[in-house]
């Protein structure tokens, strides 16, 4: 997954293995609030990632044909951020500063997600354990990945 760098929108290309174009990921321009558009190569709308607005700390929501089915849910703790995905009793854990980590879902790994460093605009490898998650691991790390740019532009602000 590799972020377009020069869009006035947020703007992602997702690759499978082969290199082959799988999804587009396209955020609304001048909306109050987050919303990210996952489409397939032809450009059908496979889910979308909404920020919920008003809360304390950040919450998105996953649609998948029309219908939501998760919540990611950014944990309070002091030592490492913890999110987890309620619908799917997802877990995810790990180095998000370094956005390396992990979903799970109790002791089954669901996905592991790695930021390639050295390319233009952000680049993730994320390897998904069963295909039939992909849409749903996408969308997750999109959201985290929002919350990850919103705290460094404040960090940056303050």
């Known amino acids: 997954m590799q972020q377009k760098v020069f869009s006035w929108t947020d703007r992602f290309r997702v690759w499978d293995e082969a290199g082959e174009d799988r999804y587009v990921v396209e955020g609304e321009f001048l909306v ?3 919303r ?3 489409q397939d190569t032809a450009g059908q709308e496979v889910a979308l990632v909404e920020r919920k607005l008003l809360s304390f700390l950040p919450r ?4 998948v044909g029309g219908e939501q089915v998760a ?12 999110y ?7 877990d995810v854990e790990g180095e998000f500063l370094a956005h390396d980590y992990t979903i799970t879902r109790g002791e089954q790994e669901v996905a592991t997600i790695h ?3 050295l390319t233009w605009g952000d680049c993730y490898v994320v ?3 069963d295909a039939a998650d992909t849409v749903t ?8 990945d929002c919350v990850q740019a919103e705290q460094a532009h404040h960090n940056v602000q303050h």
Do not use: C, N
């Open 115 to 117: 930021k390639e460093w």
């Open 137 to 144: 691991v996408l969308a997750v790390v999109l959201a985290i």
């Open 60 to 63: 998105f929501f996953v649609y």
């Open 32 to 34: 109050f609030g987050k």
């Open 36 to 38: 990210l558009h996952i």
């Open 127 to 129: 390897d998904i354990a």
């Open 71 to 82: 919540e990611i849910v950014r944990e309070f703790t002091f030592l490492r951020p913890r």
């Open 84 to 90: 987890t995905v309620q619908g799917l009793e997802w």
